[in-house]
Nanobody
Framework: VQLQACGGGLVQTGGSLRLSCAAS????????IGWYRQSLGKQREFVAS???????DYADSVKGRFTISRDTVKNTVDLQMNSLKPEDTAVYYC??????????WGQGTLVTVSS
């Protein structure tokens, strides 16, 4: 499984960005696709996920502001980020877990929220 993330950039506080994660390879093995992020000097943390069955999960810090969804036309899993805060500044990584519990990571995409 290969993951390709895009959509990061610079935005002001209160603004919005949309990240996309395109997966290729053995798509039928994927169970969960989601996003993690890592800020400077901090550990990588969970942001949001979307399961094979459509169940979503969010970190408390982004609930109500971020939405994860599947775009069946583009064949991507997107993360719509609204009401962005400076503390959302991080490198965002696409992540997937297969039915056999193998994990894959995409390259990161930088999101910078200016105050």
């Amino acid at each position: 499984v290969q993951l390709q993330a895009c959509g990061g950039g610079l935005v002001q506080t209160g603004g919005s960005l949309r990240l996309s994660c395109a997966a290729s390879g053995n798509m039928f093995s994927l169970n969960v696709i989601g996003w993690y992020r890592q800020s400077l000097g901090k550990q990588r943390e969970f942001v949001a996920s979307l399961s094979r069955g459509g169940t979503t999960d969010y970190a408390d810090s982004v609930k109500g502001r971020f939405t994860i969804s599947r775009d069946t036309v583009k064949n991507t899993v997107d993360l719509q980020m609204n009401s962005l805060k400076p503390e959302d500044t991080a490198v965002y990584y696409c992540h997937s877990r297969t039915l056999l519990d193998n994990q894959y990571w995409g390259q990161g995409t930088l999101v910078t929220v200016s105050s």
